[in-house]
């Protein structure tokens, strides 16, 4: 049973910083893409930063130059470090894994975390 966790969520003023992190467990963690997306009221779900297996790392333009996804194959986590937040970047959150089809940050993913909220105000 392949379960994702995420936390850190919260409510932060523009310009300000958080981390994600996505805990896994149940599956082959370290050979799987991980990925984060998020969605906001009244809009479709958009891919944020995608890290693969060997590090390489995808991210949405709309974040280029402010978050960095991480990954610890060891502990099984991935995290998004979020710098110089604004408004825009207020949604729900969610830890995505293993890659079955598509584009990094636009492909189908086989498990999803419960998501967590950011606020940025």
């Known amino acids: 049973h392949v379960q994702l966790v995420e936390s850190g969520g919260g409510s932060v003023q523009a310009g300000g910083s958080l981390r994600l992190s996505c805990g896994a467990s149940g599956h082959t963690y370290s050979s799987n893409c991980m990925g984060w997306f998020r969605q906001a009221p009244g809009k479709e779900r958009e891919g944020v930063a995608v890290?693969?297996?060997?590090?390489?790392?995808v991210y949405a333009d709309s974040v280029k130059e402010r978050f960095t996804i991480s990954r610890d194959n060891a502990n099984k986590m991935v995290y998004l470090q979020m710098n110089s937040l604004k408004p825009e970047d207020t949604a729900t959150y969610y830890c995505?894994?293993?890659?079955?089809?598509?584009?990094?940050?636009?492909?189908?993913?086989?498990?999803w975390g419960q998501g967590t909220q950011v606020t940025v105000s």
């Open positions: 890290i693969l297996p060997g590090s390489l790392t």
């Open positions: 995505a894994s293993a890659l079955r089809g598509g584009s990094y940050l636009r492909g189908q993913y086989a498990y």
